[in-house]
């Protein structure tokens, strides 16, 4: 089954208090983050000490599927035999 656009932006909870997330964009710097509603979590559009963000992510889908990662998926665990 293909992902939809609406699955590609559906946003896990916040990994580390459980929270809502949402999309933000930066029409200024034309990039994309995620925020957790609930805690100062932030992928993205967090900005370093000359003003500009620390993470471009050039789509919303981008940026939602490195929210979306989680430690420990994807990743394969050799059987110890």
């Given at each position: 089954m293909q992902k939809t656009l609406a699955d590609a932006l559906a946003l896990k909870p916040c990994p580390f208090c459980a929270g809502p997330a949402s999309m933000l964009k930066s029409v200024t710097f034309k990039c994309y983050g995620?925020?957790?509603e609930k805690c100062p979590a932030q992928l993205g559009v967090v900005?370093?000490?000359?003003?500009?963000?620390e993470h471009r992510y050039a789509s919303p889908e981008e940026a939602?599927?490195?929210?979306?990662?989680?430690?420990?998926e994807g990743v394969k665990v050799p059987a110890h035999g």
């Amino acid at each position: 089954m293909q992902k939809t656009l609406a699955d590609a932006l559906a946003l896990k909870p916040c990994p580390f208090c459980a929270g809502p997330a949402s999309m933000l964009k930066s029409v200024t710097f034309k990039c994309y983050g995620v925020e957790c509603e609930k805690c100062p979590a932030q992928l993205g559009v967090v900005f370093d000490s000359y003003g500009d963000p620390e993470h471009r992510y050039a789509s919303p889908e981008e940026a939602a599927a490195a929210w979306n990662q989680r430690a420990g998926e994807g990743v394969k665990v050799p059987a110890h035999g």
